[in-house]
């Protein structure tokens, strides 16, 4: 079987990160496995059982326990349910799917039919909007209400900009192996106090065979028939999708875009201090 990973020792340290993120959250959870037509997908359930059903699709290889760590303060109000992306460092199959047709969304789409979900409000995050565009465009009418955070899909950031804080960096670090210009490369999207995320992604650079695809950038044509609500929190500094330019598109993509919240002074990842704000605003936009 194919591997995303660069050697067996790599997803043993990555996966004993999960680990322990995951333990020191001190939530109840449950892990429930599906088997899709794409390979078998970890969705981590945890919250209040009784409470809305709120769907969450992670950022880039970020996986359960950061995005729980993220909404911890909510986890009473609602039943949450992140599905874990195969094909990333993450507990569900390493299989990589298609991103130019329409597997993410038949996959996405499978994984909310058995989970008996009907019509989800549903959270995508980083690449996990992305997925969630994905499921727009095919599947419109499963969809109660969508937040996208900090989106891909939507726009790309600056060439000039992300080569000079991501390539050069990137470039520095593979030909010296020097750690700072690794730092360099993971500060210009990461909150840098964050030890837990900088040693995370330390790992995944070295040790993962990096998807370098870029996700195409969401049409008009493919929201045509969505009349869900659309609700997006926008980070001004982000590198990748600048704030800014976030929101000026997803006006002209979401005929019923409801709020487009930019957060001051955050880069790519938000910050800890970033996260009761984050949540203040699903708790409104869900309710």
């Given at each position: 079987m194919s591997t995303i990973y660069k050697n067996n020792q790599a997803k043993i340290d990555l996966m004993n990160l999960y680990d322990f993120k995951l333990q020191s959250l001190n939530i109840d959870y449950s892990n429930i496995d599906i088997n899709s037509k794409f390979g078998r997908t970890r969705v981590v359930k945890a919250g209040n059982e009784n409470g809305k059903k709120i769907v969450l699709f992670h950022g880039y290889n970020a996986g359960a326990p950061i995005t729980l760590e993220a909404i911890k303060g909510i986890l009473n109000d609602y039943c949450f349910y992140v599905v874990e992306t195969i094909g990333q460092a993450t507990k569900s199959e390493e299989k990589v799917i298609n991103i130019k047709d329409d597997s993410f969304a038949l996959w996405a789409n499978e994984i909310l039919t058995k989970l008996n979900i009907q019509k989800a409000n549903i959270v995508g995050i980083s690449y996990g909007a992305f997925i969630a565009e994905k499921l727009i465009a095919y599947s419109p009418q499963s969809i109660e209400k969508c937040i996208l955070v900090v989106p891909s899909g939507i726009v790309n950031g600056s060439i000039w900009e992300s080569t000079k804080k991501l390539t050069f960096p990137l470039i520095r670090w593979r030909i010296t192996k020097n750690e700072k210009h690794l730092k360099s490369f993971l500060s210009a999207f990461v909150p840098i106090e964050d030890d837990f995320l900088i040693r995370m992604l330390s790992l995944?650079?070295?040790?993962?065979?990096?998807?370098?695809?870029?996700?195409?950038?969401?049409?008009?044509?493919?929201?045509?028939?969505?009349?869900?609500?659309?609700?997006?929190?926008?980070?001004?500094?982000?590198?990748?999708?600048p704030g800014e330019k976030v929101a000026k598109r997803s006006k002209e993509l979401f005929s019923n875009l409801k709020e487009v919240y930019l957060l001051e002074n955050s880069k790519h990842m938000p910050s800890k201090d970033s996260y009761s704000l984050i949540q203040q605003k699903i708790k409104k936009w869900i309710n």
């Open positions: 995944i650079m070295k040790g993962i065979k990096l998807d370098t695809r870029i996700p195409k950038l969401l049409k008009p044509k493919a929201t045509r028939n969505f009349k869900a609500p659309v609700y997006i929190i926008a980070a001004k500094n982000d590198v990748y999708f």
